[in-house]
């Protein structure tokens, strides 16, 4: 069965700084037309970090679209261009203050395939050295530390409900 969609018409609605809307005119398998509303986002990193085997990093912080103070992992968007290794580093030492010597790449997620191209880079960080916080403009987080097990637990029971940061704790200590 062929599942492929060909694009007729695209026109862009929205050109912002983090995203582009788009809505696209396509032609199904069947050859009826349909639309499509595309969010085309340059993707992000996120980053299971580890101060030693039992300690875990998140940030605390005030996400507008939800009106309310999350837990979740460090994580951050990729500049035009970036490298998602180096994408991660950077933001790993900007919202906890710690480098990492220990890298391993979790793949990838798409967050939400039926309207975004967003694509997320998973990694598990080790071997952390502290050297202090340098968050971005218009950016307030805290970096807090939890005990491994208590945040699968939240994570597990549903406290922690991020996406990125339930994805990226399955990957990293499940397999």
């Not at 990838?108 to 998973?122: A, C, Q, R, V």
Request: aromatic share 10%; with cysteine.
């Amino acid at each position: 069965m062929n599942f492929e969609e060909k694009t007729l018409s695209s026109e862009c609605v929205y050109n912002g700084k983090i995203m582009t809307v788009c809505r696209d005119e396509v032609e199904i398998a069947t050859g009826k037309k349909s639309f499509r509303e595309i969010v085309h986002h340059s993707g992000g990193v996120v980053i299971a970090a580890l101060k030693d085997e039992n300690t875990i990093l998140a940030v605390k912080q005030f996400r507008y679209p939800l009106k309310n103070t999350i837990i979740e992992l460090p994580a951050g968007k990729l500049e035009k261009g970036e490298n998602p290794d180096w994408a991660a580093a950077r933001e790993l030492e900007e919202e906890t203050g710690y480098k990492a010597k220990n890298w391993k790449s979790l793949g990838f997620i798409y967050t939400s395939p039926g309207y975004s191209d967003e694509k997320l880079y998973l990694y598990l960080a080790s071997g952390l050295e502290f050297v202090g916080e340098h968050p971005d403009d218009g950016e307030i987080l805290k970096a807090i530390e939890f005990p491994l097990d208590e945040f699968i637990q939240k994570v597990r029971n549903g406290e922690i409900s991020d996406a990125k940061t339930v994805c990226a704790v399955m990957r990293a200590f499940y397999d």
